[in-house]
């Protein structure tokens, strides 16, 4: 039975959404976020086409998987524990890790039995550098390693990381300030390695050469673990190709293989594109952000493997969602009209809108249509059952959530930053995109009671994460809300609870950011599921941290932005 509910008759009976001359008119007295408009059109992105969609370029890039295979794991190849390292460390950051899965396993499993052997000692030997690296992807790949293992390099009356040679090696203490930032709640040897790091790389720095300085730069403004690696691939590649020791075979690899999966994604953009064109709601909520390719952006960072196009389908027209709806309740709706718009979703009837604004009902018509098209698919291609109530769930939160926020604003209450975060991190929209990713990428078929048990039993990684979401949401969002008007952030209950000064708050703010770092770091190493799934769920807070590093990344669509997503989307590597 199809659960798509019809417009109501005073709406449009067909797509794409319209809104009558009369709502117009209502959308003109509203107040205004004065977000800039698109600048991607659609006839352009559903204009693209890339060479390496090819069959030869496919069959291309598995004869070298294979040629590498040989070169770096074939059984004449001779590597001590430090070279394989190197070498593992490359395929990540060359965005290769997935054709090598097997392979990767089996020498990180032999090298964690010879570190406890050797009471966590690489290769017998006071090597900060390989004592980092090893610590670093044993801990990426959910070992639990002891921080004890960097004893040696730290003095054992005082606690302090030393520097025992003047002239030590830059490359390990940059590999330490990546391996510190792995640290978990209580490691304290960590943070003295993350502020030994940095405070000896930024005395550095001055001194640098230009191509070790452009690493040191890039690690101090966000660490490894913070990054999303396939948005650094690019990155990598030009920091390797002027490497002395470059692999060609690894870097011709790594190219072609950036321009594959570069194809498969403008096809993923081309669908969309149309999807949203034809769904016509970018060109009628003029008040809300019209984002989509920041949108599809976002679901790469979750998952940009080809196999995961459905994904990323259905995760960009979430977020589209979100970005809409948030936008409805900071910014168009009026406290009355809000509250028939958030019981209609917990009704999840679309006729309850009927006394709104006809932007706000097809806002939820589409919202509604969307979602059964999500589940439809989902039982269908999985088996899975009783899938609605259950995205139902996530997405009334949701709404809930922004209209507490909406009252607060109205009523000019202050929460508590305690109170804040208790309501935030739902609002932060982590939870949807938390079940939307656990729904496409989860391959067991599960019942509902299971479902529920895996909630309850991942409710601390998902609210680290939310917290992560909603504080870098915070950051880098707050100054322009506040000269909106907008509900208080995070920066703003901090200040007026404790009347300090927005330098202070935002010291503060980033401080909890770290801590709910170290509390994810550790639920990564207790948490049993799927590397695929926990590394899906980790890089929502990867993707907001780069989003918001440098201030609001859906807002504001300047130059450095656009140019970054042209690099990631439209632009091929040479090869």
Known sequence: MDRKK??????????????????????????????????????????????????????????LIEDVRSVIFGKSVALDSLAKLGLIDSLEKLGLAIHFEVEIKEVLATIAISMKQKNGNLNGEDDLYGTALCFKLLRQHGYD??????????????????RKNKHENIKGILE???ASHLALEGENC???????????????????????????????????????????VKWHISV???????????????????NVIQATLQKDLKELSRWWRNLGLGENLNFARDRLVEAFVCSVGLACEP???????????????????????????????????TNAVNMWD???????????KICFQALYNMTNDFVDEIQREKGWDQLLPHVKKVWTDFYNS?????????????????????????????PVLFAHAFFCLEHKVMKAEEYENFLEKSQDLLYNICVIVRLCNDLGTSSAEVERGDAPSSIVCYMRENNVSEEIARKHIRGMIDESWKKLNGECLTQIMPMQLMETFVNIARVVEGLYHQGDGFGVQDGDKRNKIKSLLLEPLSC
């Open 350 to 360: 679309v006729s309850e809108t009927k006394p709104l604004p006809e932007c706000m």
């Open 190 to 232: 960590l943070d003295a390695a993350r502020e030994f790091s940095t405070t000896t790389l930024e005395k550095t720095l001055p001194n640098l050469d230009g191509f070790l300085a452009k690493q040191v730069v890039h690690a101090l403004k966000l660490p490894s673990q913070k990054r999303v690696k396939w948005f650094d």
């Open 6 to 63: 019809p417009l109501m008759q005073n709406e449009q009976q067909t797509f794409p959404f319209q809104i009558n001359s009369e709502a117009s008119n209502i959308i003109h007295h509203r107040r205004s976020a004065n977000y800039e408009p698109n600048i991607w059109k659609c006839n352009f992105l559903e204009s693209l086409d890339s060479i390496y969609d090819e069959p030869e370029c496919k069959k291309r890039a598995e004869k």
């Open 402 to 430: 922004l209209y507490v926020e909406a009252k607060w604003y109205n009523t000019g209450y202050t929460p508590s930053l305690q109170e804040y975060l208790s309501n935030a991190w739902i609002s932060s929209s982590g």
């Open 307 to 341: 196999q995961h196009s459905c994904f990323r389908k259905w995760l960009t027209k979430a977020i589209n969602f979100i970005l809409i709806i948030d936008d409805v309740y900071d910014v168009y709706g009026t406290l009355e009209e809000l509250e028939i718009f």
């Open 145 to 162: 390693v002891s921080q004890d293992m960097f004893s040696n390099f730290m003095d054992a009356r005082t606690g302090a990381f030393i």
């Open 240 to 258: 390797k190709e002027k490497d002395r020791d470059k692999n060609a075979i690894l870097l011709e690899l790594a190219k072609l293989n950036f």
């Open 176 to 178: 330490l300030l990546e």
